[in-house]
């Protein structure tokens, strides 16, 4: 099945730990974007990637890094610099290019939940 | 700056229509899109609407939009227990980018 899987579902961090979310897409879809959502308020972008080897800031970077070295796959980092990082973290991917010359929604994995020990 | 407005929570009997509305400011989005968010799940896409309509009907779901008033609304026919969720209203703005509402917690009671 054609789908985006993100791991683990549960996460715990310690002070002073960098961890790492997982997020793979066989949707073969260009971009791909990470998300942040708190209780009560929307999603906020943390990083997206429209392309292989190519990543943007999005509006909360600080703290987080990423890397795309191969179309499938978008792992976050969340460093020991990111106070705050209790959160539900999703992943999407959004077809693009000259093949989609219609709207191409973002579609999403079913997040993982990090929280700190 | 882009902001995108909905009420948190709505209430409504099973088998009664539910009306979920959603202000946006950027009247340069070209899509509009509805997204459910199930407990500790990601967000399904429901539906999605081009600027240049003005309303959209698929199954039990219609989307209305009234530009002028940047102005959105997700209506459910005959709501059933199973479509208890947050509904989120989302915008596109330029390229590759969606800005979220907070989210529209449905609750549907016998």
């Known amino acids: 099945d054609g789908g985006i899987t993100q791991s683990p579902k549960y996460l715990f961090r310690k002070e002073g730990q960098n961890v790492t979310l997982s997020c793979e897409q066989n949707?073969?879809?260009?971009?791909m974007y990470w998300y942040r959502q708190d209780p009560g308020q929307g999603l906020r972008l943390i990083y997206y990637?429209?392309?292989?080897?190519?990543?943007q800031k999005g509006d909360i970077a600080e703290g987080y890094s990423v890397s795309r070295e191969k179309k499938e796959s978008f792992p976050l980092t969340v460093t020991s610099a990111q106070k705050n990082p209790t959160a539900f973290y999703l992943c999407a991917t959004e077809g693009t290019g000259a093949a989609t010359l219609s709207n191409q929604p973002q579609h999403f994995g079913d997040g993982t939940r990090l929280s700190i020990l | 700056g882009e902001d995108v407005e909905q009420s948190l929570f709505l209430s409504v009997r099973e088998g009664d229509s539910s009306v979920i509305n959603c202000t946006y400011t950027d009247s340069s989005s070209t899509y509009l899109y509805w997204y459910k968010q199930e407990p500790g799940a990601g967000l399904q896409l429901l539906t999605y609407?081009?600027?240049?309509?003005d309303m959209k009907q698929d199954q039990r779901l219609t989307v209305l939009l009234n530009k002028k008033d940047k102005h959105l609304s997700l209506r459910i026919a005959d709501t059933q227990t199973g479509d208890s969720a947050i509904y989120f209203c989302?915008?596109?703005?330029?390229?590759?980018?969606?800005?979220f509402g907070a989210g529209t917690r449905l609750a549907v009671h016998p």
């Open positions: 609407i081009f600027s240049n309509m």
């Open positions: 989302a915008e596109s703005c330029g390229y590759n980018k969606l800005i």
């Open positions: 990637s429209q392309i292989v080897n190519d990543f």
């Open positions: 949707l073969n879809h260009d971009a």
